[in-house]
Nanobody, 114 residues
Framework: VQLQASGGGLVQAGGSLRLSCVAS????????MGWYRQAPGKQRELVAT???????NYADSVKGRFTISRDNAKNTVYLQMNSLKPEDTAVYYC?????????WGQGTQVTVSS
């Protein structure tokens, strides 16, 4: 499975961005998809995940501001990020899991200016 993320950029606090991640390869085996982020000097942390059946899970820090969704027909997962804060600044990584392995995209930078 290969993951290609896009949509990062520079935005002012209070603004919005939408990240996309397209999966290719043996995609029929994918169960959960999600987004993680890593800020400078910090560990990678979960942002949001979505199961193949649509159930979602969010980090407390993004609840009410971020929305994860997926289009199984397009093998794509999205992260709509609203009311962005400077502390959301990080490299955002797309993730996909199948019963045998864990896959990561290349990361996309999100920078929120105050």
């Amino acid at each position: 499975v290969q993951l290609q993320a896009s949509g990062g950029g520079l935005v002012q606090a209070g603004g919005s961005l939408r990240l996309s991640c397209v999966a290719s390869g043996i995609v029929f085996s994918i169960n959960d998809m999600g987004w993680y982020r890593q800020a400078p000097g910090k560990q990678r942390e979960l942002v949001a995940t979505i199961a193949s059946v649509g159930s979602t899970n969010y980090a407390d820090s993004v609840k009410g501001r971020f929305t994860i969704s997926r289009d199984n027909a397009k093998n794509t997962v999205y992260l709509q990020m609203n009311s962005l804060k400077p502390e959301d600044t990080a490299v955002y990584y797309c993730n996909a899991k199948n019963p045998w392995s864990n896959f990561w995209g290349q990361g996309t930078q999100v920078t929120v200016s105050s």
